[in-house]
């Protein structure tokens, strides 16, 4: 086959749209983790391109021989590691039609649809998420918002726009220094507890980023920054950007905007916010208190893709005064230029962003948008809420754990004791690839963090993700939670209960567990 013809693709395309909704529709049904080792995909397609093309029903076949096998299902609902990366239906929908049209939206003349929906998909979401009106570009002041794809490239943005404009105001303050020497003397701050992004955006923007230490409580004061800005600005440094975190990556905690805002504002040093993670939670009302403060940023961003049900990649990124990243990033080229340039409704995002192309992101957001409503983000963020109270409240009725910290839609917990037994704990459930966990350290312990993630998580996962950190609880201690001894037959029994198998499909587990609980003892 030489090449697609428009009835090859509407068979092909057909096939995979069933594919993809029988895939989601059953994937909790999947080992969360895949049973592969690295290579395995060197020896199973070939090295070169194929000199004559295939037909799609066996590049379909070849997908579920292959690829499949080497997939982490990030949509399980027994998917609980990192922060999720939640898609829908209409998402899809939305990403298969930019898919088809195919625009390259750098400026308003690229495709005018394309641009305007971002504008109005970033009011939307600012208004969804009650965000100061200064942020919106439907305000009377200079804001606005535009997509990137991720929040790493988002806070990458804010450190080369803070950098710059510092640059140009720290040569009119200091004519005696060169560009060189100002650009050598400045420095960032953030959380010891930041997303690893954050740091590496100072290493891509060649700036100092200082990893202050937060609190007990995983949280950065606004006397830990003052400190630290103080001592630099005595040794000749200049302060640059503070990047703030709301949701951080290990237990969701909050810095404190209200105690860091006022003092850059103060100082000249650019506040920029990665919330996210938690940045969904703004939708809510009784959440509120954790965007306090918030008026005081620069910039921030947030990721539809981890808890607003639009697919990866997409993150909302706002600034207070768009003019100051415009400023930083134009480059203008004959070729690039059309009539209608510099208008406020029809900004040309290439100005906006790192690289010059862009996908039309905005339409699967307003797809998603449009078809669930306000109303239904806010019910299904709160039942994500409940069901990791759910799990919180089995931890703390099992004598065994303690919860150390829960927030939002995690739960962090581990078993009482040593480290060692946390770790150990993590390390079986992880090997039976039931349920995906990963860990996070709290007050110098070793935690387990549970995250509710996947397209359609209900009650009956939490119940089932349970029985299996319960389960190999007990395996694990060789006792239950009221310190009788455990039969290995009654955990099997147990299990077996819960997710209905039938005999055949768990000889592989008995036996791990029979020489785990021989093991314990």
Not at 158 to 179: D, G, I, N
Not at 380 to 398: C, M, T, V
Not at 475 to 490: C, I, M, Q, Y
Request: hydrophobic content about 40%; aromatic content about 10%.
């Amino acid at each position: 086959m030489a090449n697609m013809d428009v009835n090859e693709f509407r068979e092909f395309g057909k096939a995979a749209i069933d594919w993809v909704a029988d895939y989601l529709e059953n994937v909790r049904d999947r080992e969360v983790l895949p049973s592969v080792e690295p290579g395995y995909l060197h020896n199973m397609i070939p090295s070169e391109i194929p000199e004559h093309g295939d037909h799609w029903k066996s590049i379909m076949e070849d997908f579920k021989r292959c690829i499949l096998p080497g997939i982490t299902h990030w949509q399980s609902p027994n998917f609980h590691a990192f922060y999720p990366s939640q898609t829908s239906y209409s998402s899809i929908v939305g990403e298969t039609l930019a898919a088809g049209l195919g625009v390259v939206g750098f400026s308003w003349i690229c495709s005018p649809a394309c641009t305007e929906l971002e504008v109005i998909m970033m009011n939307w979401l600012g208004q969804l998420l009650n965000l100061p009106k200064c942020f919106l570009n439907c305000d009377d002041g200079n804001g606005g918002g535009i997509i990137q794809g991720s929040a790493s490239e988002s806070i990458f943005v804010a450190v080369l726009v803070a950098r710059e404009q510092a640059v140009r105001r720290l040569k009119v303050e200091h004519p005696e220094l060169t560009e060189a020497e100002i650009r050598g003397r400045m420095v960032a701050y953030t959380s010891d507890q930041s997303n690893s992004a954050v740091e590496k955006s100072g290493i891509l923007g060649a700036i100092k980023m200082r990893l202050l230490p937060a609190n007990d409580d995983c949280v950065l004061r606004g006397s830990t920054l003052i400190k630290a800005v103080e001592e630099d600005k005595a040794n000749g440094l200049f302060p640059v950007i503070m990047v703030a975190t709301l949701g951080t990556t290990g237990t969701c905690a909050y810095d404190k905007l209200e105690e860091i805002g006022p003092y850059c504002n103060e100082n000249n040093i650019w506040l920029h916010i990665d919330a996210a993670y938690a940045g969904a939670s703004f939708c809510l009302p009784e959440y509120a208190w954790i965007k306090k403060g918030l008026e005081a940023a620069d910039s921030l961003n947030f990721n539809l893709h981890k808890w607003l049900f639009v697919n990866f990649d997409c993150c909302a990124m706002w600034f207070k005064d768009a003019n100051r990243i415009t400023d930083a990033f134009s480059v203008d080229r004959i070729y690039l230029q059309h009539k209608y340039q510099g208008q406020s409704k029809a900004p040309d995002y290439r100005h906006w962003q790192i690289q010059l192309g862009r996908r039309f992101r905005s339409l699967k957001v307003w797809v998603t948008l449009k078809t669930m409503g306000a109303e239904k983000i806010r019910e299904l963020i709160r039942f994500h809420i409940s069901l990791a109270q759910k799990l919180e409240a089995y931890a703390r009725a099992d004598d065994r754990f303690e919860v150390t910290s829960s927030t939002l839609a995690l739960v962090c917990f581990r078993l009482k004791g040593e480290d060692a037994l946390s770790k150990q704990l993590l390390e079986n459930i992880t090997k039976r690839k039931k349920i995906y966990m990963i860990p996070a350290t709290f007050q110098g312990k070793f935690i387990l963090r549970f995250m509710i993630g996947g397209i359609d998580p209900q009650p009956a996962d939490i119940d089932y993700a349970w029985n299996e950190i319960k389960t190999q609880t007990d395996v694990l201690l060789g006792v239950d939670e009221n310190g009788n001894d455990v039969s290995v037959k009654d955990i099997i029994k147990q299990e077996m209960f819960e997710k209905e198998k039938p005999i055949g499909m768990i000889t592989e587990s008995l036996n791990g567990l029979v020489l785990a609980n021989e093991k314990a003892k």
